[in-house]
Structures are given as structure tokens and as C-alpha cells.
């Protein structure tokens, strides 16, 4: 009986943890190279130019042009199965074009998360504000955008400080 009750639990475990799958397709996952250094990327644009790589960012803004959508981000890593880190690297933002439709820029505002496929395709000259910056530039072959992670409230009963004399809890 007791063998029959850790074959069930084992068993259970096995099949919560095959149901992970990655938000990109598994293909595109396969192939990408993950995380790419893009100061590696902007010193030597040529010899990446082609390459399918899968990372995430924080958007910063999202432009419509009449090549197709523009997004701009700031670089997170992503894990394995294309979840983001916690801290994106400090001063490394992106380019990544989207040619297959809109992305509408109320849905894919500032702030949001997204991990996405792209092809590197040069090294783009800009400006970050005031200050000229050099993009890595991407042709997005699949993006996928993170939901807004609700907010969670916690109720803390009372007492909210060590009891002193006068606090009388059987009132």
C-alpha cells in the first residue's frame, strides 16, 4: 500500500512537470541562441548578421511605420523556457521589427514584458533621448507578450504592534 502511495506522487510530479512548455514555439527555441551579448552583437555586426536568437525585454516603446511595427526595449535574459530574469542589464536596450501585422502601442505600452525570436539584422544608429546610441536591430520571427501580473493585496489582522498594557484582547 505504501509503495502504490509514492508511485502515485511520483507519478503525479512527472506529469506536472511535463506540462512546462515554452511561450515560444519549441522549433524556434531549439534553434535560437539564447541571450545573446549584444555588445558582442555591435562589435561585430557581420558576423551575426542572419542569426535567430531568443531573449526578452522590457518594452520601452512600440512605433507603427510603414515597415511594420517597431519595438523598442530594454534587454532582460530569459531562462529555458522564455520566462524573464529579474533585472535587465543595465544600459542595453534594442531594436526588433515586427513585419506580420500591428502590434497595437496601447496593448504593447511601456513596461510590458516580452520574449521574442529575432533575426539580427544590423547594427542601427539612434538616439536614446538626447544621447546617439547604436541599436542592435531585429526582425522579429515570433513575440510573445507577458500578462500584467495582478496585484496582490495582504491583510494583516490585529495587533499590528506588540501588545502594551492597555491593549485587552478579551474585549
Given amino acids: 500500500m505504501r509503495t502504490a502511495g509514492w508511485c502515485l506522487v511520483l507519478l503525479s510530479g512527472l506529469i506536472l512537470c511535463s506540462c512546462v512548455t515554452p511561450v515560444l514555439q519549441r522549433s524556434v527555441m531549439e534553434r535560437g541562441e539564447r541571450n545573446p ?3 558582442e552583437l555591435l562589435a561585430n555586426p ?3 548578421i542572419g542569426q ?3 531573449f526578452g525585454g522590457i518594452i520601452a516603446s512600440t512605433t507603427v511605420t510603414r515597415e511594420g511595427s517597431l519595438v523598442e526595449a530594454v534587454y532582460v535574459p530569459i531562462d529555458r523556457y522564455g520566462d524573464l530574469g529579474n533585472a535587465p542589464t543595465p544600459s542595453r536596450r534594442f531594436l526588433a521589427l515586427y513585419r506580420e501585422g500591428v502590434l497595437d502601442p496601447v496593448i504593447y505600452s511601456p ?3 516580452v520574449t521574442l525570436a529575432g533575426t539580427f539584422m544590423e547594427a542601427r544608429p539612434g538616439k536614446l533621448g538626447e544621447m546617439e546610441y547604436t541599436f542592435p ?6 513575440i510573445y507578450l507577458w500578462p500584467k501580473e495582478p496585484t ?3 491583510y494583516v ?3 499590528y504592534y506588540p501588545p502594551y498594557p492597555w491593549y485587552r484582547p478579551w474585549y
Avoid at 536591430?137 to 515570433?142: A, G, I, K, L, S
Wanted: aromatic share 20%; charged share 20%; no cysteine.
Fill in 37 to 39: 551579448d549584444l555588445a
Fill in 46 to 48: 557581420s558576423r551575426h
Fill in 52 to 54: 535567430l536568437f531568443v
Fill in 111 to 113: 513596461g510590458k514584458r
Fill in 137 to 142: 536591430f531585429f526582425q522579429v520571427t515570433e
Fill in 152 to 154: 496582490v493585496y495582504y
Fill in 157 to 159: 489582522p490585529p495587533p
